[in-house]
């Protein structure tokens, strides 16, 4: 009796060990196909057939993210391989849930990986620091990634973490993380880094280590398109600086998807930057495939036609591999077990404000824009049926605004994936159609039921980001044709919209012309849009906000190449939003701006360069890749 029920406290212990690490348990833990049997994994694994310590390696680096006051999520992969996991199927029907020991999949290893973890004050991650740690079991069935919850943290204070292999002296790197404020706490002032569109062969992450080197914020905001889905020169060459995405394919397996976010987690700045800070992230359309909606994308559609052509891959599995991928390997919380395609969510920060993270892709959007059917989005594009994030979320949007209006949050930061304001591009960019389908522009009713419960509930301080474009867009918020705008004092606007360029993936034109022609094209675009109030086309970058009770200050930077990996950086604008003005503060950046095309403003290119690495300035010049 005795060794029965020692056994079974071992078993429990065990299993424990294995729903530690989250990536078992998301994205669901109810839907057949996505999520994984602990159970079964538990009785095939023999824990004494441990793997050698010295055999495994932290191959991808360490990250954190989703922080909340009191916890924040900790993600790193110890594996026996460089390779992701080969099992191309998710497992449905009668076939057993990620069953590998059968000939159609890649026989999974019986030996478990244990990993600790451990978080504390101190960088040096002595015994007397630790606050926090646990234990957790990692397979091949969630290609050895490991994603926990280190809780009993402190608001807003600074953490350093690490993992180790179980009985062994094989550490991972340390990091450094940071919670956030408690709900109703105060909070004097919090700095964030706006990331959106990373393309592999398109050049170097140098926007990513910048930050880290800089160590100029709290935390990171990606507002998606963190991987690509082409095969190496569809979009993008990267055969010239060595950077091929792999595997050399458009992907579409499970495998594939890992694949691609293994090389995208090669990057020297992007591991840099995922171990100084946690990051709050969510998907555009990449990471899936170009200009997804419900029951589709670009170039997969539910037809017998699309089916054929790509490969006997439907619409409904390719997002599922996706998806089952996107949670392996970002530091991200399921925040309902019931629902594997939410990702939406709020992070409260203190009383300063609310981060608002939207999901304007795959949720539930009605069709988009798939390029052959753009006229016809024209036509529908202001029927009231269409949304861009279904019934669900639309009405959870709305009520987190109202929610944190009526509890004083001095700000509502909401992260969008695609432009929100009106932008007609007709006359820059040659469309026939005036405005861009695949954006909020192509759900007028969606965006006019917003604007409506901003107006009809008085909330103010709203502070849109967007990604998404490729371009930098800074604009007051209007609501053309209902509300009455004066561009030149801003009043009548009910807050601003930041938008932000791509770290490497080119927009039509870039720096693919001179900074010259592409100010020509920002200077189209601002006289085309009269609440456009600067545009800038020629520099890929990031921004970052500086928020505090009484204002929000936006800082852009451009990197002068992405050709070669180098730590420069130039400061492009900086914008200012005082609380309670519901507009940019005039004149808009000071009435000066590196590159692009400012409204009442003038633009004075000066080509001062900050080397992040050395904290020094130089001058550079437009094509500063040729002396490099």
């Known amino acids: 009796m005795f060794f029965a029920l020692v056994g079974l406290l071992y078993a429990a212990v065990v299993y424990a060990s294995y729903g530690n690490n989250l990536n078992y348990r998301s994205p669901s833990n109810h839907h057949a196909s996505m999520g994984i049997s602990i159970r079964k994994i538990v009785k095939r694994g023999d824990i004494e057939a441990r793997v050698n310590p010295s055999d495994l390696k932290f191959t991808h680096g360490i990250a954190s993210g989703d922080p909340y006051a009191n916890s924040v999520i900790l993600w790193t992969r110890i594996a026996p391989e460089e390779d992701d996991d080969k099992s191309n199927v998710t497992v449905s029907g009668f076939v057993p849930l990620y069953n590998h020991e059968t000939e159609s999949y890649v ?73 956030i404020p408690s709900k109703h706490d105060k909070a004097a002032n919090v700095r964030l880094a706006i990331y959106s569109c990373s393309n592999y062969p398109f050049g170097f992450f140098n926007s990513y280590g910048n930050v880290a080197r800089k160590d100029s914020v709290d935390y990171i905001v990606h507002l998606g398109d963190f991987i690509y889905e082409y095969q190496e020169g569809v979009y993008g060459w990267g055969w010239s600086i060595d950077r091929i995405p792999l595997p050399d394919k458009a992907i579409y397996s499970l495998y594939d998807y890992r694949k691609r976010y293994a090389t995208y987690k090669t990057d020297l700045d992007l591991l840099e930057v995922s ?133 004083g949050a001095q700000w509502r930061l909401i992260g969008s994936q695609i432009v929100f304001s009106r932008m007609n591009e007709s006359f820059s960019f040659g469309n026939e159609v005036p405005l861009n389908m695949d954006s909020w522009d192509g759900y007028m009713a969606n965006k006019n039921r917003t604007f409506d419960h901003l107006y009809k509930n008085k909330i103010g301080n709203n502070i849109l980001l967007s990604g998404d474009s490729h371009l930098s867009w800074v604009t007051d918020l209007v609501w053309s044709g209902e509300k009455p705008y004066d561009s030149e004092t801003g009043e009548g606007a009910i807050g601003v919209e930041f938008g932000g360029t791509a770290i490497t993936s080119p927009c039509p034109y870039g720096q693919n012309i001179t900074i010259k022609q592409a100010n020509n094209f920002s200077h189209i675009l601002t006289s085309s849009n009269e609440e456009l109030q600067w545009q800038e086309t020629y520099y890929r970058g990031y921004y970052e906000l500086d928020i505090s009770y009484e204002e929000v200050k936006a800082e852009y930077f451009g990197t002068p190449t992405v050709i070669t990996r180098n730590p420069y950086e130039i400061s492009l604008a900086n914008f200012t939003v005082k609380s309670g003005a519901n507009k940019l503060q005039r004149p808009v950046a000071g009435g000066v701006a590196e590159s692009g095309s400012l409204r009442y403003g003038k633009i004075k290119q000066t080509n001062i360069t900050h080397d992040t690495s050395k904290n020094t300035y130089f001058i550079s010049h437009e094509k500063l890749a040729e002396d490099l």
């Open 107 to 179: 026989k999974a290893s019986t030996a478990p990986i244990c990993v600790n973890w451990k978080v504390g004050t101190e960088k040096s991650m002595a015994d007397s620091c630790i606050v926090s740690k646990g234990t957790a079991y990692t397979t091949s069935d969630i290609d050895y990634t490991v994603k926990v919850e280190a809780g009993g943290l402190k608001p807003f204070s600074t953490y350093y973490y690490q993992f180790e292999v179980c009985n062994s002296n094989n550490k991972s790197p340390v990091g450094r993380t940071k919670t």
């Open 275 to 407: 171990a100084a800070f946690p990051w709050i992230a969510v998907w555009d359309d990449h990471e899936v495939a170009d200009n997804t909606w419900r029951d589709g994308e670009a170039d997969l559609n539910n037809t017998e036609q699309s089916f054929v052509f790509d490969g006997g891959v439907s619409v409904d599995q390719r997002k599922m591999n996706a998806v089952r991928a996107y949670f392996e390997w970002m530091p991200i919380r399921q925040v309902d077990m019931d629902d594997n395609l939410r990702i939406w969510r709020t992070f409260s920060i203190g009383d300063l404000f609310d981060l608002i993270m939207l999901d304007t892709r795959h949720y539930d959007r009605s069709i988009t824009d798939l390029y052959w059917n753009t006229e016809y989005i024209w036509d529908i594009h202001n029927d009231a049926g269409r949304s861009m994030m279904g019934s669900r979320q639309e009405n959870w949007f709305y009520d987190q605004l109202t929610e944190s209006n009526k509890r």
